[in-house]
């Protein structure tokens, strides 16, 4: 099945610092999505982005489905950014299995003030 | 308040025990999903149900038993519980919209499972 690998595992940064989270997958896929799991556990879907790049606020992603890779951009980062960042992919199926989401490990990211 | 809305938020429960976690969502949307999360951060689907039609059903033990009675509800059920059960269950929603693809996973705040 599809890989779906996540660099860095984890990551320290000074409040203000700008960063980059990356995700690789090993298949070509129609459904891509970076999610956020804040320290207290809840999970916010930050971008539905199978190709392109799309900005929200402090921020963005690129997914270049032709190399099979997605990065997600945090600038200025705060201390409420503070949580794990995770990828999830859904490789070309027929309809209706492009709900199956195989996620990657994540990234533990912590913003320092 | 719109949302996916799961209870209980922590259920803790002996080896052997029947228990069951609930999932609403008011967000309309047309697919329900119960995931997994295990103590490595570790997210796994378990089921998903699509208008209340079983449309991924995981390698999970059959001690496992999802259960829709309409769209707004996944309800999971769970026989004979094992230790290696323990772990945080989420419900979650999705609507796949035409003209963006999809309108993205809405999750619930996550039920937190301890068998003792």
């Known amino acids: 099945g599809i890989q779906v690998e996540q660099s860095p595992p984890d990551l320290i940064l000074q409040e203000g610092a700008n960063s980059t989270l990356r995700c690789n997958f090993s298949d070509s896929v129609n459904n891509l999505q970076w999610f956020h799991q804040n320290p207290w556990g809840q999970l916010i879907n930050l971008f539905y982005?199978?190709?392109?790049?799309k900005q929200n606020g402090r921020l963005s992603a690129t997914t270049v489905a032709t190399e099979r890779y997605s990065l997600l951009y945090i600038s200025s980062s705060q201390t409420t950014d503070s949580g794990v960042y995770f990828c999830a992919v859904a490789p070309f199926a027929r309809a209706g299995n492009n709900r199956k989401l195989i996620w990657g490990l994540g990234t533990s990211l912590a913003v320092n003030p | 308040d719109t949302a996916v809305s799961q209870t209980p938020k922590y259920l803790v429960t002996q080896m052997g025990n029947d228990k069951s976690i609930k999932c609403e969502q008011n967000?309309?949307?047309?697919?329900m999903y119960w995931y997994k999360q295990d103590s490595k951060k570790f997210l796994k689907i378990m089921f998903s149900?699509?208008?209340?039609?079983?449309?991924i059903n995981e390698t999970v033990p059959n001690r496992f038993s999802p259960k829709s009675p309409d769209k707004a509800h996944l309800n999971l059920h769970i026989n004979s519980l094992e230790l290696g059960d323990s772990a945080v269950y989420f419900c979650?929603?999705?609507?796949?919209?035409?003209?963006?693809?999809?309108?993205?996973?809405?999750f619930g705040s996550g039920t937190r499972l301890t068998v003792v």
């Open positions: 149900y699509n208008n209340k039609e079983l449309i």
């Open positions: 979650a929603s999705s609507q796949v919209i035409r003209s963006q693809g999809w309108s993205g996973y809405t």
């Open positions: 982005i199978p190709s392109g790049t």
């Open positions: 967000l309309g949307h047309d697919t």
